[in-house]
Each structure stands twice: as structure tokens, then as C-alpha cells.
């Protein structure tokens, strides 16, 4: 009965900076890593941010490296991605995901409904 829902998304301009949220509800929310993923336009859903459940530890895809950080506050039971230095093949829907340990490899267990981050001029 988890629930995760995105907020934040827009559009911005190249160069400019976006925060996206995402609030989660249902179940015990500092027992999940967290993650980001995006899917753009004709391209394959990415892994594009993943953080510990304390926040302690941090993951990126190479190609967010230095311009995007992933932060969660437990008590809010909210994660978040700030996004700097936008570029336009940052434009994609842009999901939160809850992850658990199945004993082998993480599983995402509550999929946000998405928010839509466009980056143009």
C-alpha cells in the first residue's frame, strides 16, 4: 500500500537548476534505499541517483556526476533530486523508486507516477 509521488518537475532553461521531490506514504520509508530514474523521449528507463537509507552513501550515473544530488529527509519521509547545470538530454520523466535488498540484487518495490523535467531555451 506504498505510495510515491513526484513533485517539482517543469521547465527550465539550459544551464538553470531544478529540485524535484518525491513524498512517500504507506510504509516505513527510512527502510528503503532510494532512487532516481528518467526516462527520455525514445530512450530506455536509467538509473540516475540512488542513496542509502540514512543518506550516508550516494550513487550517480556518470552522466549526472557533479551536477545533480540526491538527498532524503527521513523525517519528512521525502527524497529529493537537486538538479544543476541542466542540459536539454536532461529533458526526460523523471521517477522515484523505493528499493529493497531481496537477498541477491535490489528490487524496487514503490514506483512513483513521474514528473515531467523539460530543459530547453
Known amino acids: 500500500q506504498g505510495q510515491l509521488v513526484e513533485s517539482g518537475g517543469g521547465l527550465v532553461q539550459p544551464g538553470g537548476s531544478l529540485r524535484v521531490s518525491c513524498a512517500a506514504s504507506g510504509f516505513t520509508f527510512s527502510s528503503y534505499r532510494m532512487r532516481w530514474y528518467r526516462q527520455a523521449p525514445g530512450k530506455e528507463r536509467e538509473l540516475v541517483a540512488h542513496?542509502?537509507?540514512?543518506?550516508?552513501?550516494?550513487n550517480y550515473v556518470d552522466s549526472v556526476k557533479g551536477r545533480f544530488t540526491i538527498s532524503r529527509d527521513n523525517a519528512k519521509n521525502t527524497v529529493y533530486l537537486q538538479m544543476n547545470s541542466l542540459k536539454p538530454e536532461d529533458t526526460a520523466v523523471y521517477y522515484c523508486?523505493?528499493?529493497?535488498?531481496?537477498?541477491?540484487?535490489?528490487?524496487?518495490?514503490?514506483w512513483g507516477q513521474g514528473t515531467q523535467v523539460t530543459v530547453s531555451s
Open positions: 542513496i542509502t537509507t540514512t543518506g550516508d552513501r550516494t
Open positions: 523508486a523505493a528499493a529493497f535488498w531481496t537477498g541477491s540484487s535490489w528490487s524496487n518495490r514503490y
